[in-house]
């Protein structure tokens, strides 16, 4: 029978900064098991709003404990799951992602973003969350509805990648920063060690295709997921679904490139689930597949593109 885990938000579940297959495990589980982690918004101290009463305890031990290392990003984990080998696939059901504090942050930030060289007048603002709402409320009055989701999600990196800072998305999964991977969603990862070492944080209230300043809103979030192990299936880069479409992923510098890279993968995917010939699949991701801009600032840009399932 399929247990549930809970990881605490306590320093030494967490990792600042970046994915590492050396690192020790926080939990071990079965596969097929639940598990329920907390993550903070990325960021240091100076991404603190003014009114320090707002920042929760757990979250101000972070700061002051954790060695931040290859990036910004809190990031909890790793998460064991027994029977997981290298060459197998790790599905990550998305249970649940909830904020668990009343305010997040947006901001620009220097020689980071779309467009760098246009924006130098840095600032940082601090929307206020009101999780029973679903909104978040700028200094400017707007109401913008909440779609929360986690921008890391991954497993450890090959050893011999070493340490991996967090804010390039790889093979493993990471920092996509793809908003469609919500609760509902199911991703796929391919494994690259023992266990798996499934990672999880970035915390975001909401986000455009694109996030083209930097930061979504970046939040503490609270998440379950599933984590199970198949050895029934074969998956060299992230892949996902929804209850309706299939999700094909594509992470590189040059943003054609990760163009083709999501492409290629969906025609390979629906060839697999469907009796289409690669032309055939190929014609029908031209007229039922959307193209969309993940994100354009993490170094690996992403493209993901999204196709109905009722169509295979």
């Not at 939990?27 to 960021?43: E, H, K, M, W």
């Not at 070493?162 to 469609?180: I, T, W």
């Not at 999700?247 to 025609?267: F, N, P, W």
């Not at 969309?292 to 600032?297: M, W």
Request: proline letters at 8%.
């Amino acid at each position: 029978m399929a247990r549930h885990h809970t990881i605490s938000s306590a320093p030494e579940n967490m990792v600042w900064g970046y994915l590492d297959s050396a690192l020790k495990p926080v939990a071990r589980i079965a596969s097929g098991d639940t598990v329920t982690l907390t993550s903070f918004p990325a960021g240091g101290k100076e991404c603190l709003p003014p009114d320090a009463s707002r920042v929760p305890a757990d979250y101000m031990a972070a700061l002051d404990s954790l060695q931040q290392s290859g990036g910004p990003h809190f990031i909890t984990g790793p998460v064991f799951v027994e029977g997981a080998e290298p060459g197998d696939v790790l599905q990550v059901d998305i249970l649940e992602a909830r904020p668990t504090m009343d305010w997040g942050f947006v901001a620009i930030l220097p020689l980071l973003g779309t467009l760098p060289d246009e924006f130098t007048d840095y600032e940082t603002i601090h929307p206020t969350i009101d999780a029973a709402k679903g909104i978040c409320t700028l200094p400017w009055g707007v109401e913008v509805p909440l779609d929360p989701f986690f921008g890391i999600m991954g497993v450890a990196p090959p050893p011999a990648w070493g340490r991996c800072g967090s804010p390039v998305p790889r093979a493993f999964g990471g920092n996509m920063d793809n908003k469609e991977l919500k609760p509902g969603t199911t991703l796929y990862l391919p494994v690259f060690n023992e266990g798996a070492l499934f990672f999880a944080g970035d915390g975001h209230g909401v986000q455009g295709d694109g996030e083209v300043c930097i930061t979504a809103l970046e939040m503490g979030i609270e998440g379950t997921f599933r984590l199970t192990v198949r050895k029934d299936m074969a998956v060299e880069f992230p892949f996902a679904e929804t209850g309706t479409h299939l999700i094909s992923i594509g992470l590189d510098e040059d943003l054609d490139d990760a163009a083709k890279q999501a492409v290629r993968e969906m025609v390979r995917h629906v060839c697999l689930r469907s009796n289409l010939t690669r032309n055939e699949a190929y014609m029908l991701c031209s007229l039922a597949g959307d193209v969309r801009v993940t994100q354009l600032v993490d170094g690996n840009k992403g493209i993901h593109m999204m196709l109905p399932k009722a169509l295979i």
